[in-house]
């Protein structure tokens, strides 16, 4: 017997599956990510199509079925679009972030059971990308700090005059540069302050654009260093050749 489910879901990837099937891993907010199957060959014509769920980030209800006492993936029967991405969509740099931010929630995987604020805050990210007037060049730096502290590990004490570093295993501002790679400046330091205040509203100035690929890549590490995860996020090489 089936058990019918119903969810809101972010769309994170699509991948092929059998003779004309899809697998699509999505991330929901009382689950974390979830992989249904759209079925292919005899049963392509029947429940949803694809086309409206094919980009990362697709924000979307969805229907999905799960034969009771079997250890199968759930099948997608229907789904609709809470809110389209035209905008999103058309534009190469738009979808690079996308890409990004679905990169590293499948990365996290199952460190996003029942994330409800994240979900909320990845679905706000989404129509940001899709605003043709906001500015995204800090966004994937954001979208990373953000996850950082839904997920726990939000860093503790204020930048300031007595505090000019950061220490990224201890996950907190300290007076003196940690050793080794461990740390950050006093330059990246004082940037983090600005995101962690500012959050996807950061404005583009807060971060000089020569300092934004590093200090995404020691946000990166700081999840690292705390989730226990490798987070090899193969989307970050685009995402700085579209950024410089």
């Not at 990004?100 to 929630?105: C, K, P, Q, S």
């Not at 990373?144 to 590990?153: E, I, N, R, S």
């Not at 950061?202 to 020569?210: E, F, R, S």
Request: glycine share 10%.
């Amino acid at each position: 017997m089936a058990v019918q489910s119903y969810t809101e879901a972010v769309v994170l990837r699509v991948r092929p599956w059998g003779e004309g099937g899809h697998l699509v891993d999505v991330f929901t907010p009382d689950s974390g990510i979830l992989t249904l199957v759209k079925r292919g060959g005899r049963m392509a014509n029947q429940g949803v199509r694809l086309p409206a769920i094919v980009y990362p980030l697709a924000w979307l209800r969805v229907n999905y079925s799960v034969r009771r006492g079997e250890a199968t993936i759930a099948t997608l029967t229907d789904a609709e679009p809470v809110k389209s991405y035209s905008r999103l969509v058309q534009n190469p740099a738009r979808v690079a972030v996308a890409l990004y931010v679905a990169d590293l929630l499948l990365a996290l995987g199952a460190t996003l059971i029942a994330a409800p604020e994240l979900f909320d805050f990845t679905t706000a990210l989404g129509q940001r990308l899709d605003d043709e007037e906001a500015k995204i060049a800090l966004l994937p730096l954001a979208f990373t700090v953000q996850t950082a502290d839904y997920l726990g590990y939000r860093p503790a004490g204020e930048y300031g005059e007595e505090t000019p570093y950061f220490d990224l295993e201890e996950g907190c501002f300290c007076p003196a540069r940690p050793i080794g790679g461990r740390g950050l400046d006093a330059e990246e330091a004082a940037a983090l302050c600005r995101v962690l205040q500012g959050g996807i509203d950061t404005p583009a100035a807060a971060v000089p654009k020569q300092l934004r690929p590093r200090l995404l890549r020691r946000a990166i590490q700081y999840l690292r260093v705390h989730t226990g995860l490798p987070l090899e996020l193969k989307s970050l090489g685009v995402l700085e050749q579209m950024f410089g």
